[in-house]
């Protein structure tokens, strides 16, 4: 573009879409696989493909853009790898919602044809997240996006599959996994969530099978009673030293199961009596095997009664629950109902109640890949940050169990297994087989089950960049330099995909790990659809475009806290952005070139103040980077540029600015505003990236996209202590006289006289020197410094650091006035503090209102004291003043 002034508003709807085009159009995302540069790579989390743009990807994707862009202004060469995943059973329960809405179901069209039509759903709707992730300014090398289903992909699932069944690390077996009965699939303990629930404890007597009595067993489910093989006691239990019934009765069936003894039981908990039912819990499946007990399965996988439960059969397994509590009830078997409070689990995606049930799946041994995966983080090798995670991992991975991969969806890695129908050999390959080699049989029938999305996912860090071919872009960015997380995938993805990185790859997957916490409401409350408060990216984004919005979660991303979202607060860093916006067209008209270097040798005071500030400010911002304190860093440039450069620095030099000689100060000055205001964009360009690439373009002296330029590691002259010492000192006095003018309610036209008396003559030099920049900033008709004078007595007095600075107010204000003004709104303040304190003493109010009502008082009692304390102590000095 030309380098035309500015406009006079910043619109960042035309200025967003005109600029991304403008970076994809140029490659500027692309990574260079043949790069002699040093790499830096990222793979983005990938988000499913029936998603839509929300909180947590907002923070995720800003902050690893953030990384991105500042590793290219670095001189790295940079690969974010960007990708969605397949979400099985997430995308096939939309696809048969639509296929329903059509008054037909996948059943009715046979898997190969409902394949054909989830593929079509995801060509047509399965970029909405991508479109949405680039309107958030993601600077992902979109030319290798990959798709979790897709051939290459595939291949590496497939092969994955293969080498880990050859291992003996996948095997097939019986075993109670988390099934949902509504979605009929297995869920890995990871997609179950716990809720908790009000329910029952029903206590049942178990007559002992000699007729010597009974034993009261517990139970929250009453339904898998009827599929009980035994029931267990501890061996040492004194209660049952003497017993000599070997089995009891089961009620309701009139089925003989025997009395086992296993140190399971917990002597702790009630009668001590533990009722076993191997095929409906997973601890009871445990000692199953270890007694060699049947398993009864009583509850089918679509959550009704089984043969094998009897009378009960075809009921709902709820409706079962009712009805077996009554029939104990006519039996006189049910001892007695507690109420119980407890954890059900429910599946992730639709949210019925999860059935442990006995069910033949496969799995992945996890605990030999695990051993690897915990050593990398011990030794150091990957990093998890904050650091508070780390034991989080080494619990979960410690206690680890076996992965159930196979999912009974249709959507999916279909497992490559299949089984000779001739001789039931199982033949397990990349390919599929066309003879059986044991029987030459041709009959041979894949496994209908697909690989739990997570399986797919686990490998992304080297599948996405084409293994298990050995290619140069695997060659060059693996393994990958940060991977930016939530906590709630720590487990489900991060854990495996160490794992897996560390098997196959025998190199850790990402030297860092960094978990960033969730985006809060305003409150602090978690957003949801049910409370209301859920706020879209999107719409936060058409309201103050994308710049505030990535700023303002940046700001507030501090390590280990959850953040804060309101667009109040996105409207504040709006104001930052249109406070930069208007700092460059002032800037623009006085600059018409660039400058190779700053004009050392006649920099003034504030010329040599902002340059050290700029050098500080440079080393603050890299720091916090580097150490993903995004909230730091962005806490850094903000001061820097709103505070620094725009309300001191481009306010000092206006007067050279407008000086119509072309003064050596006027050079020097014109030449650091130019090298400030470049680095300056430079450091928020992966913050605000949009605003920064349009100011860039109009900056005289530039060339290309802000994203070639390189970052300010070295700012010459640099550091300089003394100016920074010097411009605090008269910062100070100017603060200070700016401050009485607030406090006395002087209008900030009306032109002030001061005297500075300095304690030591250093700080005298400091203020005589620069008496014309205090004047100019303070607003001042004149100001005397003299060391020797006596304090004037109608003056406000200012203690700054070195001086005493006394405004004189003789004939500015009517004292009398003044005192009235403040005595009434004083009054008031007392009045409104005194309902305050009424309200705040009222125990009703405290223990009945809205804990958010409370802190609300509390929070303007607070600002309302404090602005009474400050007209107090105002009025009080107007006071002696009179006297």
């Not at 780390?390 to 076996?402: H, L, P, S």
């Not at 500080?616 to 909230?631: C, I, M, P, R, S």
């Not at 305050?836 to 009692?861: I, Q, S, T, W, Y």
């Amino acid at each position: 573009m030309s380098r035309d002034l500015l406009d006079k508003s910043y619109s960042p709807e035309e200025v967003e879409k005109r600029w991304y085009s403008y970076w994809e159009n140029e490659k500027l995302f692309a990574a260079d696989e043949s790069t002699i540069r040093k790499p830096y790579s990222i793979v983005i989390p990938p988000p499913n493909v029936t998603g839509v743009l929300h909180m947590g990807h907002a923070l995720n994707n800003t902050m690893q853009d953030i990384m991105c862009r500042y590793r290219r202004l670095k001189g790295d060469s940079v690969l974010w790898m960007p990708g969605t995943d397949h979400a099985g059973i997430a995308t096939q329960n939309v696809v048969e919602k639509k296929l329903a809405a059509e008054g037909t179901d996948r059943h009715a069209l046979g898997r190969e044809k409902f394949i054909e039509s989830v593929w079509e759903w995801r060509k047509q709707y399965g970029s909405a997240i991508i479109n949405q992730l680039k309107r958030l300014g993601a600077s992902c090398d979109w030319d290798r996006e990959r798709f979790t289903m897709d051939e290459g992909l595939s291949k590496a699932v497939r092969k994955v599959f293969v080498q880990l069944y050859d291992e003996g690390l996948i095997y097939q077996g019986d075993y109670i996994i988390n099934w949902c009965c509504r979605c009929h699939t297995a869920l890995s303990d990871l997609e179950v969530e716990h809720e908790e629930l009000d329910g029952n404890f029903y206590h049942i007597r178990y007559p002992y099978a000699d007729g010597s009595g009974s034993v009261t067993v517990a139970t929250t489910r009453p339904e898998t009673m009827l599929g009980d093989t035994a029931v267990a006691i501890h061996p040492e239990d004194e209660r049952y030293a003497d017993l000599s019934a070997t089995a009891v009765i089961l009620p309701l069936m009139d089925r003989e199961i025997p009395i086992i003894r296993d140190t399971y039981v917990d002597l702790s908990t009630g009668t001590g009596a533990l009722k076993v039912t191997p095929a409906h819990d997973p601890n009871d499946f445990e000692i199953g095997n270890r007694h060699g007990l049947p398993s009864v399965k009583v509850i089918a996988d679509d959550g009704t009664m089984t043969e094998e439960a009897g009378r009960f059969k075809g009921l709902d397994r709820f409706e079962c629950r009712k009805a077996v509590v009554e029939a104990l009830k006519a039996e006189g078997l049910l001892e007695r109902i507690e109420p119980h409070r407890h954890s059900v689990g429910h599946c992730y995606r639709c949210k019925t109640v999860v059935e442990p049930n006995l069910s033949r799946q496969w799995f992945v041994k996890a605990k030999p890949l695990a051993q690897k995966a915990i050593e990398a983080v011990e030794t150091g090798k990957t990093r998890i940050i904050p650091e508070s995670w780390t034991k989080t991992y080494y619990e979960w991975m410690y206690n680890i169990r076996d992965w159930c991969i196979s999912r009974q969806i249709w959507w999916g890695h279909q497992i490559p297994a299949w089984t000779c129908q001739g001789c039931r050999k199982m033949i397990v390959a990349m390919d599929a087989p066309d003879i059986c080699p044991d029987c030459g049989s041709t009959d041979l029938v894949q496994e209908t089950d697909v690989l739990d999305t997570w399986f797919s996912s686990a490998l992304w860090p080297f599948s996405t960049m084409g293994w298990p071919e050995e290619t140069p872009l695997l060659k060059t960015y693996y393994p990958t330099s940060v991977l930016v997380t939530g906590f709630d995938i720590l487990f489900f993805w991060v854990a495996r995909m160490m794992m897996m990185g560390i098997h196959f790859m025998k190199e850790i997957p990402f030297h860092d790990v960094y978990v960033h916490a969730l985006v809060r409401d305003e409150e602090g409350k978690k957003m949801s659809k049910s409370k209301g408060n859920v706020i879209d990216p999107l719409n936060v984004i058409d309201h103050y475009g994308t710049d505030a919005f990535r700023f303002t979660l940046a700001a507030f991303a501090a390590q280990g806290r959850d953040v804060k979202m309101s667009e109040k607060r996105v409207e504040g860093y709006r104001h930052f952005i249109n406070k930069l916006w208007n700092a460059a067209r002032f800037s623009l008209m006085h600059l018409d070139k660039g400058f190779d270097a700053i004009e050392e040798k006649n920099l003034s005071l504030q010329d040599r103040w902002i340059v050290s500030r700029l050098d500080g400010v440079v080393k603050q911002t890299e720091q916090a980077l580097d150490e993903y304190k995004f909230n730091e860093a962005a806490g850094a440039v903000y001061q820097f540029v709103w505070h620094e450069l725009c309300d001191w620095y481009l306010e000092a030099i206006k007067p050279t600015l407008y000086d119509k000689e072309g003064t050596a100060a006027k050079t020097a000055s014109l030449s650091v505003l130019w090298h400030v205001f470049r680095d300056a964009l430079i450091l928020l360009h992966p913050f605000a990236p949009f605003v920064t690439e349009e100011i860039w373009h109009a900056l005289p002296g530039t060339e290309g996209s802000i994203m070639k330029a390189a970052w300010p590691d070295r700012v010459i002259p640099g550091s300089d202590p003394d100016a920074e010492t010097q411009m605090q000192t008269v910062m100070a006095v100017i603060t200070g006289i700016r401050n009485v003018r607030g406090e006395m309610n002087i209008s900030p036209s009306t032109a002030l006289t001061v005297a500075v008396k300095p304690e030591n003559p250093e700080t005298g030099l400091v203020v005589e020197r620069n008496r014309e920049m205090i004047e100019n900033l303070a607003r001042l008709d004149g100001m005397t410094v003299d060391a020797a004078m006596e304090g004037p007595k109608a003056a406000a007095t200012v203690l700054v650091g070195g001086a005493t600075v006394f405004v004189l107010l003789e004939g500015i204000i009517d004292f009398a006035q003044e005192q009235t003004r403040l005595e009434k709104e004083i009054g008031k303040l007392t009045k409104e503090l005194a309902g305050m304190n009424k309200k705040l003493g009222n125990e009703d109010f405290l223990g009945k209102a809205p804990a958010d009502v409370v802190a609300g008082v509390r929070e303007k009692h607070a600002a309302k004291l404090e602005k009474q304390h400050a007209l107090e102590a105002t009025l009080e000095r107007i006071k002696a003043m009179m006297e």
